[in-house]
């Protein structure tokens, strides 16, 4: 396969927008959005209020699509697999798919944002996908008129716990200390609402159920003292982490454990490595931030592409043109 200029490595906001200014820019890009976990967390959302553009609010899934699709508009090409292996220390970087496919490029994006957290309790991964989950949006409607509880104090919590109402009688949000960490909006939506209640300075410390979630143990954070709830379900919303496991040993960190990029560029350790959204950002992690973070990484990817040698630069005589003429920069 030729070498080509840019590959983009995720595709969330970040991703799919390196991918639409890069594509508008003629580098062509080529996206590998994951098989499983193409379009990123907003898959797993709901109703995403707070991207500009969208006054009526958009499902998380339908702006996934329509970033998609601005991206494939303008010729980037999309590629549904799993990086199994990145190697970026030379000129040219080379990713290899888990269908064994190989592609290099001399210009690399990496967004590949942050995985949920997980307790870390013994019976978390074997009670998976019986009564355990990530995503209310994927499996809420599977805890009809149940008693289910949240564990979390921020939006992600707070935006699980009310969507679950539409199917649980009863939702109880387990949080560690006394007070949500979640943005006011979302707090008052979910005080507000008859079906949630609160369970304060508590922490989940088991889960029981044989074959699927029967009920959580708790520990009280203030004076220790132990209890017990019987739930159907128990939905994860503690935060994320940055996805950072390709490039341990190859680019750097930040003590956070996000990539560590050079000032307010998306500059990484390595020459034609670029890095964006939430793998950057252990702070403010929207949807528009990483939107705008994938802005200044196909932008320093485009300056550092235009800064190599004429030779270098690859002529992809197969990659995908846009559709239609592309209009000058914005
Ligand atoms: P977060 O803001 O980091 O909140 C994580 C919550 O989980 C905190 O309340 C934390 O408790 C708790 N927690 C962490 N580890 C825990 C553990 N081991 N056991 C029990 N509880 C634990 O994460 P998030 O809610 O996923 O939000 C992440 C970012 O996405 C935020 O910037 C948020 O604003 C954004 N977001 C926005 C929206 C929206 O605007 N619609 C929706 C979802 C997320 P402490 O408070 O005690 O630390």
């Not at 590998?32 to 379009?39: C, P």
């Not at 539409?166 to 979910?190: C, G, N, P, W, Y």
């Not at 029967?214 to 982490?241: C, K, N, R, Y």
């Amino acid at each position: 396969m030729p070498v080509r200029q840019l590959i983009i490595v995720g595709s969330g906001p970040a991703g799919y927008t390196a991918a639409i200014y890069a594509a508008r820019a003629d580098l062509r890009p080529l996206v590998i959005a994951s098989s499983v976990e193409f379009g990123g967390e907003l898959m797993k959302t709901t109703e995403v209020e707070n991207f500009p553009g969208f006054p009526e609010g958009i499902m998380g899934p339908d702006l996934m699509t329509r970033m998609q699709q601005q991206a494939e508009r303008f010729g980037a090409e999309i590629v549904y697999d799993d990086v199994t292996r990145l190697e970026l220390t030379g000129p040219v970087k080379r990713v290899t798919l888990g269908s064994g496919a190989v592609h290099e490029a001399n210009a690399l994006v990496f967004a590949t944002g942050s995985a949920y957290r997980k307790l870390g309790l013994e019976d978390e991964a074997r009670l998976s996908g019986y009564g355990i989950s990530w995503c209310a949006t994927c499996d809420g409607a599977f805890f009809r008129q149940k008693h289910i509880a949240v564990v979390g104090g921020g939006d992600s919590a707070m935006e699980e716990a009310t969507f679950l109402t539409r199917f649980a009688d009863k939702v109880t949000v387990i949080h560690r200390r006394d007070s949500l960490r979640a943005s006011k909006t979302m707090q008052e939506r979910a005080f507000a609402d008859p079906k949630i209640e609160f369970l304060w300075n508590k922490e989940v410390t088991r889960i029981y159920g044989d074959t699927h979630v029967t009920g959580v143990g708790l520990v009280d954070t203030v004076d220790g003292s132990e209890s017990a709830l019987d739930v159907a379900g128990l939905f994860i919303a503690i935060g994320s982490d940055p996805r950072t496991h390709l490039v341990h040993g190859q680019l750097e960190l930040t003590p956070e454990g996000t990539i560590a990029v050079e000032g307010r560029s998306s500059r990484t350790n390595l020459p034609g490595v670029f890095a964006a959204g939430d793998v950057i950002d252990p702070t403010y992690r929207q949807a528009v931030t990483a939107a705008g973070s994938g802005t200044v990484a196909a932008i320093d990817a485009e300056h550092y592409l235009a800064s190599l040698p004429a030779d270098a630069i690859p002529q992809v005589a197969d990659a995908p043109r846009a559709a239609e003429p592309v209009a000058a920069s914005a």
